[in-house]
């Protein structure tokens, strides 16, 4: 579903309960949009439970770019697109950063 707009199946069906005056019918009509509301709650409760899995399974400590390209929604570390102006050795370098505040923050939560 696009963000904020609902299916058209449903907003079909909230334009037909509204200009319905016949009572049998605005009753069916009711019964079909509650039931399209809930199969589409059913469909995201199927995608968060997707995600909520993948990431579970991940190993421990990941960082929010370990996550995202996890998820699949940017390449994995090692395959880098061309474009992308960092070098080997800065990309090196920027782990191994991340890797010392990883530890620093660990340390810092530790002794609190």
């Known amino acids: 579903m696009p963000e904020g707009k609902p299916e058209p199946v449903i907003r079909?069906?909230?334009k037909?309960?509204?200009a319905e005056e016949n009572p049998g019918k605005l009753q069916s009509l009711v019964k079909s949009l509650q039931s399209s509301v809930e199969i589409e709650h059913d469909e995201t409760r199927l995608i968060a439970r997707h995600y909520r899995d993948?990431?579970?399974?991940?190993p421990l400590g990941p960082r929010m770019l370990d996550v995202i390209s996890f998820l699949g929604l940017t390449p994995p570390r090692?395959?880098?697109?061309?474009?992308n102006k960092l070098g080997e050795n800065e990309l090196k370098e920027k782990e191994h950063q991340d890797e010392r505040q990883d530890k620093d923050r660990q340390g810092r939560t530790d002794a609190a």
């Open 12 to 14: 079909e069906l909230c």
């Open 54 to 58: 993948r990431i579970r399974s991940a």
């Open 78 to 83: 090692g395959k880098r697109s061309p474009e």
């Open 16 to 18: 037909q309960i509204a």
